[in-house]
């Protein structure tokens, strides 16, 4: 739907008098006493539907875009000014009904930008339901890397969440999607948060649509649920394995990545019986050399409730068929998706963030891969961090460095007893805490910024009775856990 | 009842033997007892198929109530069990298989007829303030104690392995039967609602509301729990409400001559969207304008009229294994460290500490527990205490070593190392 300059003017308003609202995430999350947005389908208790009834303009907002309640219009006209609630009802955002105004949309703050997406439950054909933001998209967005690129290539945009959020350090940021229900909301989503000029929304399969040329960012949160239907939302099915876009993605990689570039995608990844994940990524890319993977964990998730999250529960079945019908028929519906799962192997299913970095010809490949949890801002800067130390230390670290501790590594506890260390991250970073072993413990805890790395090495070889370039290995693999710097 | 005793024990034997037993549970369901759930049961039926092994047949026969062709099940559980189970209705046959009536749950080392789990509309029997109780009740050996939870008789069966006698709230067919059924129908007497049940007792289990703060028993707590005895009480409380351990002081007119803990395991916010079985719970506390409910488990502990009450908190995770041991040893502790100790006699060693982590920078400590309890962050002179209490050295020498180290008077040091007690780090 075409919109004027002025009615684009209007939208592009809206941000500025939703920050003014305190409409932020952190705040939202407060007013719904939830740890995050993302926890909002699945619900909230009746008491924080209460606290939404409060006479403040974060109140009348969140419970309009994300309760479903109606607001007076001229209240909603007095937050975010008439005009662009007239847009936003143009735009079929928004209706009238005899009790005020309801919102046809949900309105996500992400890191500064404001994102339209479908309701939670989908008004319009279920197939073409545009994504809200969900665990997966918090995380990609979060963990993305925001260097400054040329051109930015967000794959399976959705709600066009980060091509939004690269327009910001990209002077070309490309969304593309086959959903064309997509595109319409991406594009109203580039327009709000004054971004319609570096936005390009483009419909089609993966890379098909694209002009020639290659992105220095890559980002992508792919369909990846594991299931033998076909007749999911878009958004949802993976292939039989979940990795069917996933796998499209990074074979165009070679031709699409540019050098430096970086790959992000977020998926729920099959944990597939005697397959790891980097090993698939590295057959997609033909190899490993020229390349370097990284793999952040965010979570295990139980495979037996990720189905049962996917098909009508008991009740549903037998509300349609009766009670004995439909608990019989639910249990054939589970078992054809464990069927399907046992023949692909998938035992399991992990929320996860995968990298692919291109490295300068002739350099060696490197993997990594460690856990975290679900960030609550951004964590860009820490993953650029972790991707830069794995390339600076794939090689045995110079002797003259005098290693120091990252602000990441806040506090070495040493057991008492065998030597053993723990490693107490910087809560911000979102980093598990973990165990060292007494050699690494013994050489981070005297990495003081005083020692050079030769002379580290050499206290440890006489310590342990070890080679001192064992030591040197050692103090380039706590570099790369982006403990020592 | 020969007959009946003969069987259920050869019954007992066979599921011991198919290694049907509590640990067995979770490798093959990959989830906890409680969490089993109807909307999970093709993927725990599956778990089972797979395995395939006699403990995971018998799960998907008495907790997923699966049917099972007679030969297999006779070939598990023998057929004269098999027989008696059939004629007390808790097996059903149909041409040639066999399908359960009843639950049959293993619990610390035992097994317990209930009702159904996956009954449409029922709640589990175990529930987790059920289930919280029977692996946290300090059970000490003593004379009588009784449980005034209704039901299928769990906590009075688990009771009765360490009392003369155990007393039951409500005689059932299942109650009877699990004290058959555990070898225990001897010391487990079973007594109708209404009735009062007389004596003393050692130890008393209960969940709230069945306990209640206008119970008989509270107003006369003083007389029937004997000195150094346990009331055990599972509770869920909403918040915020008044303290639970307030709450407790109130019922006993004051702290002095009890010992109150208690450990919180978990903690929720009260919501529309609740299972079934906690909706009038819920809704009741929405209403009521309550935000949010909290597990606990309040222990009372009847102290020598002459000794200075106490009270304690701790949070914990919910219990997965037994830490009636360490419930004990910590209510003990909280007895022996509420004065100081006597500090020439006594040689501190560790005692459920599994680990001491020392920072290597600011000295503070973090000593991990064997099990149960959450770790604990020790300040650099309680840290120092711990680091150097093996056994070897008497509290005095330590006292004074660490008050030197630390510029502390000798009572600090003293409280310290006491402290340490209290939280069953040393003993």
């Known amino acids: 739907m075409k919109l004027s300059q002025r009615q684009q003017a209007h939208l592009r308003s809206l941000p500025a008098r939703l920050s003014a609202a305190g409409y932020h995430e952190r705040e939202l999350a407060d007013l719904f006493e939830l740890c995050d947005l993302y926890v909002l389908r699945d619900g909230i208790g009746a008491r924080t539907l209460a606290r939404c009834q409060q006479d403040t303009p974060l109140a009348h907002l969140g419970s309009f875009w994300f309760l479903g309640q109606t607001r007076p219009r001229a209240l909603l006209e007095d937050l975010l000014g008439a005009q662009a609630l007239a847009v936003l009802e143009r735009l079929d955002l928004v209706q009238d009904s005899p009790e005020g105004v309801k919102a046809r949309a949900l309105l996500f703050p992400c890191l500064g930008r404001y994102l339209f997406t479908d309701l939670f439950a989908p008004v319009g054909d279920p197939q073409y339901q545009v994504y809200w933001l969900g665990s997966d998209s918090l995380g990609l967005a979060r963990c993305a890397p925001r260097k400054p690129v040329g051109r930015s290539l967000d794959l399976c945009t959705g709600s066009g969440v980060h091509a939004v959020l690269a327009a910001s350090h990209a002077s070309e940021a490309w969304g593309v999607d086959i959903n064309p229900r997509a595109l319409h909301i991406s594009r109203i989503n580039a327009l709000m948060n004054g971004q319609g000029a570096v936005c390009n929304f483009v419909q089609g399969s993966l890379y098909d649509p694209l002009p020639e040329g290659r992105f220095g960012l890559i980002t992508a949160n792919p369909p990846f649920v594991p299931t033998p239907r076909g007749d999911l939302a878009f958004f949802r099915p993976g292939g039989e394995t979940g990795e069917a876009i996933t796998e499209a993605i990074v074979r165009g990689l070679p031709e699409r990545l540019e050098v430096g570039g970086t790959l992000a995608l977020v998926s729920q990844h099959p944990v597939i019986r005697g397959s790891h994940l980097l090993d698939r990524v590295e057959s997609w890319l033909g190899g490993a050399d020229g390349w370097g993977l990284a793999y952040l964990m965010m979570a295990p998730l139980d495979r037996d409730e990720m189905i049962a999250g996917h098909i009508d529960t008991p009740g549903q079945f037998a509300t349609q068929l009766g009670v004995e019908e439909g608990a019989a028929a639910y249990r054939r519906e589970f078992e054809t998706w464990l069927d399907s799962y046992e023949a692909n192997g998938i035992e399991g299913v992990e929320l996860g963030l995968f990298y692919v970095r291109r490295l300068e010809p002739g350099l060696p490949g490197w993997r990594t891969e460690c856990q975290l949890n679900l960030p609550s801002g951004s964590l860009s800067s820490w993953v650029e961090d972790w991707l830069d130390a794995q390339e600076r230390f794939s090689r045995p670290p110079d002797p003259g460095w005098r290693p120091s501790w990252t602000p990441g590594c806040q506090r070495l506890m040493l057991d008492a007893r065998n030597g053993e260390g723990f490693v107490f991250r910087d809560p911000a970073c979102r980093l598990g805490d973990f165990y060292l072993s007494p050699e690494n413990a013994f050489l981070l805890n005297r990495a003081d910024g005083r020692q050079s790395a030769r002379q580290l090495a050499q206290s440890f070889a006489l310590r342990f009775e070890r080679k001192a370039g064992e030591g040197l290995t050692r103090l380039a693999d706590l570099g790369r856990q982006l403990l020592l710097s | ?427």
């Open chain 2, 1 to 427: 009842m020969t007959t009946l005793r003969r069987s259920l024990a050869g019954l007992t034997s066979s599921l011991q033997a198919a290694g049907y037993e509590a640990p067995a549970l979770r490798p093959i369901l990959k989830r906890g007892i409680l969490d089993i759930t109807p909307e999970l049961l093709p993927a725990l039926v599956r778990r089972c198929q797979r395995e395939g092994s006699p403990a995971a047949r018998l799960i998907a026969f008495w907790l997923l109530l699966e049917p099972a062709p007679r030969c297999e099940m006779v070939d598990l559980m023998g057929s004269e069990a098999l027989e008696t189970l059939v004629e007390q209705g808790l097996v059903q046959e149909e041409s040639g298989t066999f399908r359960a009536r009843a639950s049959l749950y293993p619990l610390l080392g035992g097994y317990y007829l209930a009702d159904p789990v996956l009954s449409p509309g029922n709640t589990p029997w175990l529930s987790a303030p059920e289930y919280a109780l029977a692996l946290t009740a300090p059970r000490t050996s003593g004379e009588e104690a009784v449980d005034l939870n209704p039901g299928c008789g769990v906590q009075t069966v688990l009771n009765a392995g360490h009392h003369r006698k155990s007393w039951g709230r409500r005689v059932t067919p299942l109650s009877l039967l699990n004290a058959l059924l555990n070898d225990r129908e001897d010391s487990c007497r079973f007594a109708a609602m209404e009735e009062v049940i007389p004596g003393t007792f050692h130890l008393i289990t209960a969940r709230l509301p069945f306990l209640s703060e206008d119970s008989p028993l509270v107003s006369e707590l003083a007389q029937r729990l004997e000195v150094g005895g346990t009331l055990a009480l599972a509770v869920r409380q909403l918040i915020p409400d008044q303290p639970l351990l307030d709450r407790a002081e109130r019922w006993l007119g004051g702290q002095n001559g009890w010992g109150l803990a208690q450990l919180e395991h978990s903690r929720r916010a009260l919501s529309l969207k609740t299972p079934l079985s906690d909706l009038g719970f819920d809704m009741a506390g929405l209403q009521a304008g309550f935000q949010g409910a909290a597990e606990s488990l309040l222990f009372i502990r009847r102290l020598e009229s002459s000794r200075p009450g106490w009270r304690t908190c701790l949070t914990i995770t919910p219990p997965q294994k037994p830490i009636s041991d360490l419930v004990d040893a910590w209510l003990e502790a909280q007895e022996r460290f509420s004065q100081a100790p006597p500090l020439a006699s006594w040689r501190p060693r560790w005692s459920y500490t599994e680990r001491l982590f020392l920072d290597s920078r600011s000295g503070l400590g973090y000593a991990d527990f064997t099990r149960g309890f959450q770790s604990a962050v020790l300040d650099p002179a309680s840290a120092f205490l711990l680091n150097r209490s093996d056994g070897t050295r008497s509290a005095e020498e330590l006292v004074k070593a660490c008050a030197e180290e630390y510029a502390l008077t000798r009572s600090q040091a003293a409280e310290s190392l006491a402290e340490l007690g209290r939280r069953v780090l040393v003993v």
